[in-house]
């Protein structure tokens, strides 16, 4: 398998997602991609994916992962979990807030409850 190329690219860049996954397609066409997997990140990064995948005949997956919100300030990530239930955690942050253990462990559970909804919904 060649070296994987990581690409990033800026929303005001392209007319929309469709666009973008058209053109990253374009520039890995090359790349020797037999055995690739594309994966796509809920929601918008679908919709990239599924051109990719469209376009260099590949697999597709979801990643799913979800944040963990600071307490009294949901949308304030102290850090993540992912979908084989690896936590990802400023730990500073986290102490800094008044996220003690029992509050973490219960925002996970939580966290991986919404992520088997979705993993059914999506896949």
Not at 17 to 27: C, D, N, Q, V
Not at 45 to 54: D, E, L, S, T
Not at 94 to 108: H, N, S, V
Request: charged letters at 35%.
């Amino acid at each position: 398998m060649g070296k994987l190329r990581v690409v990033s690219y800026s929303a005001e860049l392209f007319k929309d997602r469709k666009e973008a996954g058209k053109l990253l397609a374009s520039i890995l066409k090359d790349s020797r991609l037999n055995d690739a997997v594309v994966l796509g990140i809920p929601r918008g990064g679908m919709v990239v994916a599924g051109q990719i995948q469209r376009m260099l005949n590949t697999e597709i997956d979801i990643v799913l992962a979800r944040k963990i919100g600071a307490p009294g300030n949901p949308e304030l990530a102290i850090g993540s979990v992912s979908e084989d239930g690896r936590l990802f955690l400023n730990e500073d942050l986290a102490f800094r807030l008044g996220a003690d253990k029992a509050y973490i462990e219960e925002e996970k559970s939580r966290q991986l409850e919404e992520i088997k909804k979705r993993r059914q919904m999506f896949r």
